[in-house]
């Protein structure tokens, strides 16, 4: 029987090739794009998932309340983690993981050979203890035994030995900490599981030298910078042990919150949560979203569901070519039942040829997904047995959800009707064949409509004022403290070019992933009350460099030390009007004194997603307060300019790569997410609209062929193409119009929702729906119109030679 259904069920496709390629195509596409979605948000999931005892292992995490301020930092001062472990004993063992303070680059070397490596992290020796990581070379047993011990990524690691077996051999390490020497004890690689804490380097916290000051550390209210964990004794309750820490808090920390007027709550995360939870400063690595992913779940499992409503849709419609056939199979014997297992087979057959054929396309495909999605993902069948289950519940869900209704619909037919070929007097699906095209439609315009918004939001913030000069500044970054001795004679031999308007050391550039924060209050306030701002130092240059408007006083100048610029919000927050605030002390923590000698007009240093926070530029007049030359230029001949930037370069610093950045590539990191987000919504778009037009090219196909004599009468009594193509057309363009305008406000509440994310956003105008709309009715308009000239252009002597 089975044998007879599968024979049956290729006889049907190979008669039918056209509709039959037609599903198959729409099946395999929404299939290729289904299992990179599913196996994206599986990759994105998997972070830390890997580490023996995972579901032990919590992030401390903090939320500050500072003056009105709340803040929920994934990072806690230096001693918590530490006093935790002492304190409690249900944590079983605790770590922390530093980024190096103040060096993005360093440069390490071994004999002759010598490049900068990012992401170098401080660590405790306890790491390796709390987290698991496969070692290639070493082990994590004795990786930290031994003070100025340092573990490489493989990457890092191969490019600085080679073949040479890196373990016991010295490199030296030169950044803004200084020059450092280290022993390799460890290589490992990321073939455990990604992890969260992405680092190139790990380095041992060292109680002289390296990290020395984060052993002896006593800070609990400032100094937030420690990403801390702990590892709970098997059997712990989290949420038993975080109700305790506020106590903990008062008892070591009490005195220190009082005097700064902070607020400190400490929670538990756990650690295979962090990848996927957004809202925290100071986070280790790259976050994405769970709304994010959930997002994409759902243009798959839609982007699928238009795959097997053009199966439903072409099965119900071609339904009167296999009525007779139904009914001489009831004649004969086969049941309802059988019926329903012959045509579900039918629809297994076609998602299973859709997944055999979407799955070497999928291979092929992975690196330009991938570079849509900016993930890394492979297709390996040993070390993800997801690619085992998910064709096979593909195609078990494909089959069934595009083949449930034609099933059921074609076993229910009369026998004896359809034989005698009453197939008219069948219940019609036609209102329902309708209702599907709709539904079609209405998620393909929802998608064009969020393109559109998209689109504009991200240009709005690539073109909006940001209030200082964020094009055509070149940002040269100085990464050990030797070439920082070079960067008064380099700026001056770079301030003879004739491209260059104007140059500013500063300690920090707009866009950049971090800013000094600390509490500024007035003379005779209360320090409790002091208001949160964030600052760089600078030198007298920086406001002219960077295109910053001065709203009362006047710009640094030099000799200008204990002098500041601060912005408006801050003046503002500190109850100062812009005027009144010139010559005004400021105070920090009692150690440090500022006075204003200026007030800027507001502008945008971080992300349009947030709105102007408290700003104070610091005049610098100490070369180790500075490591970034901020460069202005008046040329776009960007080829030629650089090759003069890095021939004075290598005259100042001979042995040194020459490392360059522009400021708007720094400013546009911040949108990354959301250039993502475009980038898959546009192309998951375009396939959406495809798998859509297939369905309406084969029902367009299937109403020409239904019509065929009409149409040929049509002809004869004088009908001209321009009136059969409007005949064949008006219904399917109806359809389209009434998915519009069903369309239209869900694409308004969900792009409502997602620019809320945004400060400073776009509005949403009738013209972006009005486009969408078009858009969508000029595809249906060629899809349709293609069939429909076709079959009027047709000579009607053939379409009614048999009457």
């Known amino acids: 029987m089975f044998k007879n259904y599968i024979k049956t069920s290729f006889r049907f496709l190979l008669k039918n090739r056209f509709f039959s390629a037609l599903n198959i195509i729409g099946l395999a596409t929404g299939t290729i794009c289904c299992m990179y979605i599913l196996l994206y948000v599986q990759d994105q999931y998997s972070y830390d998932h890997h580490h023996a005892d995972v579901n032990d292992i919590y992030r401390i995490t903090t939320s500050i309340t500072h003056t009105g301020d709340v803040k929920n ?18 944590v079983l063992q605790y770590t922390r993981f530093i980024p190096t303070l103040g060096a993005k680059e360093h440069l390490i070397s071994y004999k002759e050979k010598s490049f900068y ?36 990524l493989k990457p890092v690691a191969d490019k600085l030995f080679g073949t040479e077996d890196p373990i016991g051999k010295i490199v030296t390490m030169n950044d ?3 020059k450092n020497v280290f022993k390799v004890t460890g290589v490992v690689d990321e073939s455990a599981g990604k992890s969260q804490l992405s680092a190139n380097i790990f380095i041992r916290i060292n109680r002289s030298g390296y990290g020395s000051d984060l052993l002896t550390d006593n800070s609990w209210a400032g100094y937030n910078f420690t990403l801390s964990f702990v590892k709970l004794r098997p059997g712990a309750s989290a949420a038993a042990l975080e109700k305790k820490l506020p106590e903990f808090l008062r008892k070591h920390g009490g005195e220190q919150l009082k005097s700064s007027g902070m607020t400190k709550i400490l929670h538990l995360q756990p650690v295979q949560n962090i990848h996927t939870t957004p809202g925290y400063d100071a986070e280790g690595g790259k ?86 999605t900016q993930a890394d993902i492979h297709l390996s069948l040993l070390n ?69 918004i998209i689109y504009s939001q991200l240009n709005y913030v690539k073109n909006k004022d940001l209030g200082f000069e964020k094009d055509q500044q070149i940002i040269l970054t100085f990464h050990t403290n030797d070439t920082k001795s070079k960067m008064y004679a380099l700026a001056s031999d770079l301030q003879q070019l004739p491209e260059i308007k104007s140059i500013s050391r500063t300690s920090n550039t707009f866009g950049a992933e971090a800013y000094f924060d600390w509490g500024v209050f007035l003379s005779g306030t209360n320090p409790a009350d002091a208001v949160d701002q964030q600052d760089l130092y600078a030198d007298e240059n920086f406001v002219k460099t960077m ?12 000799n200008d030390t204990g002098k500041v610029m601060i912005n408006e919000a801050l003046a503002k927050r500190l109850g100062l009007s812009p005027n009144k605030a010139i010559g005004t002390k400021l105070f920090t923590d009692g150690t440090r004194k500022y006075e204003i000698a200026g007030v800027m007009k507001e502008f945008n240093y971080k992300s349009l997603h947030e709105d102007i926070y408290p700003f104070m530029v610091i005049y610098a007049p100490k070369a180790d307060e500075v490591n970034n030359l901020v460069i202005s230029v008046n040329t776009k001949n960007y080829a030629s300019f650089l090759t003069k930037v890095e021939s004075v370069w290598h005259k100042n610093l001979p042995q040194t790569p020459f490392d360059y950045t522009f400021m708007n590539d720094r400013m546009q990191k911040a949108y990354e997410t959301d250039t993502v987000l475009s980038q898959i919504i546009n192309s998951f778009t375009i396939i959406a609209i495809l798998i859509s037009c297939l369905g309406l090219f084969g029902l367009a196909a299937f109403s020409a062929e239904q019509r065929n004599k009409e149409i040929g009468i049509r002809k004869v009594l004088g009908a001209s193409v321009t009136g059969i193509v409007q005949l064949l057309s008006k219904d399917f363009l109806r359809l389209v119009f009434i998915s519009f305008i069903i369309a239209s406000p869900i694409a308004w509440w969900a792009m409502n929702k997602w620019l809320q994310a945004f400060v400073y ?29 076709k079959a009027a252009l047709m000579n009607p002597v053939k379409s009614i030679k048999s009457e």
């Open 287 to 372: 976050i994405v979203s769970s709304a994010f992913l959930y997002m994409l779940i759902l243009i798959a499992v839609l982007i699928q569901i238009i795959a097997c409503i053009n199966f439903m849709n072409l099965s119900t419609a071609r339904a009167s070519k296999r009525a007779k056939e139904v009914g001489v199979r009831k004649v004969i014997g086969a049941g309802k039942y059988d019926l329903i297992i012959q045509f579900l087979g039918e629809s297994f057959l076609l998602a299973f040829i859709s997944v055999i054929i979407a799955l070497p396309l999928l291979w092929l495909l992975i690196p330009y997904l991938n570079q849509i």
């Open 384 to 452: 993800n047995p997801a690619l085992f289950i998910m064709p096979a519940a593909l195609i078990l869900i494909t089959g069934l959800a595009a083949g449930s209704y034609p099933a059921f619909y074609m076993s229910a037919f009369m026998a004896i009707k359809v034989i005698k070929g009453n197939f008219t007097n069948q219940v019609s699906v036609s209102g329902i064949r309708r209702s599907l095209v709709v539904f079609q439609f209405v998620i393909s315009i929802v998608l064009i409509t969020g393109v559109i």
């Open 761 to 789: 956003r776009v509005p949403i105008s009738w013209w972006m729906f009005a486009m969408s709309g078009f858009i969508a009715l000029l595809i249906a308009v060629v899809t349709v119109s293609f069939q429909a000239i």
């Open 117 to 152: 490596e990012q992401n170098a992290y401080s660590v405790d020796s306890t790491f390796f203890d709390v987290f698991t990581y496969h070692f290639i070379k070493g082990s994590a047993a004795n990786a930290f035994k031994a003070a100025n011990s340092i573990v490489l």
């Open 547 to 558: 295109g910053i408007k001065i709203i009362s006083g006047r710009n640094l100048m030099q």
């Open 73 to 90: 930092m994934a990072t806690a001062s230096p001693p918590i983690a530490i006093a935790m472990k002492n304190d409690f004993p249900e």
């Open 176 to 178: 803004a900490d200084g």
